[in-house]
């Protein structure tokens, strides 16, 4: 097979980490042991999804402390963490602190807007600044410059037997070139160019501007150059993928049908735009490797990156995600050119 793009250089995973209600142990157990086999696979990146009053990770922060404990090399992100349900200055605490317990390992991912079903959860959210609290980049402008070490206070110096810090500590001095952007349109590309984060894209764009039918992965091509084009390292910035891909080389047959009936149920969302957003999905990639690497040279907006967190499907088993992860690391990534980190 021809190459048609730059050989893979980071390979990593995004999983939902979800659980039971009445034993939510056992699911976020089983997320760690998913991370940790990451690690084992060798590996690049790690990465956590963000639900509120949802069965998934609610705290990913804390999730990825505990990660952090039970790995050595592995790097642990977000995607995302939704700004509308967090104070800027307790989440740098929060991310610098787990930024320094894993040696540096920290990529926090974040995405701005108002909380999902606002109107029905603000009154305990906010409720007494529900209609003050300001959910756009402004938000994530107050993270970023709290997190690269930008004064949080007039006030520094010693009272009584206390010491106090006019900025946020723990202060880690690399996480903020480690802040990425989760964005899906050529707004959220620019301005997070604009302001040197990196770029988190995914399987679901905007598709903005003409009313005729759009190919996703040039939508995709094109948030990814508009990002480029205005961050300060131009086209060495970086941007990481996140299709949903499914190998199926040892895939059992049961397995096998469970997969192809999942990409199947989901595929009619991805051949129009959807809702009043006109969002685009990207179709979920399931075949062998060699099968899922023909397609993802055949991407235009994946010839662009050399990095990727292929998304784990939502509802699978443990024994699912082991084989697909196996899969990933030992097969697709080094048909893609990636090599192992272990």
Do not use: C
Request: net charge negative.
């Amino acid at each position: 097979m021809p190459l048609t793009s730059e050989p893979l250089r980071k390979l990593g995973f995004l999983s939902i980490g979800l659980f039971d209600e009445a034993d939510p142990r056992q699911g976020h157990e089983s997320t760690l042991q998913i991370i940790e086999l990451g690690e084992r696979l060798g590996f690049d990146s790690a990465w956590v999804r963000h639900r509120h009053l949802q069965y998934g990770i609610s705290s990913p922060v804390a999730v990825l402390a505990a990660a952090s404990q039970r790995t050595s090399r592995i790097e642990l992100g977000t995607a995302v963490i939704p700004l509308g349900w967090e104070n800027p200055l307790r989440l740098a605490e929060d991310l610098a602190t787990v930024d320094i317990l894993s040696g540096g390992r920290l990529n926090p991912g974040v995405s701005v807007g108002p909380p999902m079903h606002y109107e029905r959860v603000k009154d305990a959210l906010y409720p007494d600044t529900a209609d003050a609290e300001d959910f756009s980049f402004e938000r994530v402008r107050r993270l970023l410059d709290l997190v690269r070490g930008e004064p949080a206070t007039d006030f520094s110096g010693t009272e009584g037997f206390e010491s106090f810090s006019d900025r946020v500590q723990p202060h880690s001095p690399g996480l903020g070139r480690r802040l990425w952007y989760g964005g899906g349109s050529l707004r959220s590309a620019q301005w997070a160019g604009e302001h040197g984060m990196n770029f988190l894209t995914s399987s679901v764009v905007k598709a903005e501007g003409s009313e005729e039918p759009q190919d996703f992965a040039e939508i995709q091509l094109s948030h990814i150059r508009t990002f480029r084009a205005h961050h300060p390292d131009g086209d060495r910035a970086r941007v990481s993928q996140g299709l949903v891909v499914i190998p199926t080389d040892s895939a059992t047959p049961e397995q096998r049908a469970k997969y192809e009936a999942y990409a199947r149920e989901r595929t009619p969302r991805t051949a129009t735009p959807q809702g009043p957003a006109r969002l685009m999905f990207a179709p979920d990639l399931v075949g062998t490797s060699a099968e899922i690497a023909e397609r993802l040279y055949a991407h235009a907006a994946f010839r662009e990156i050399d990095e990727v967190a292929f998304a784990l499907p939502f509802t699978f088993e443990h024994e699912d995600y082991v084989q697909i992860l196996t899969d990933i690391a030992t097969r697709l990534g080094p048909a893609l050119g990636w090599r192992t980190a272990a």
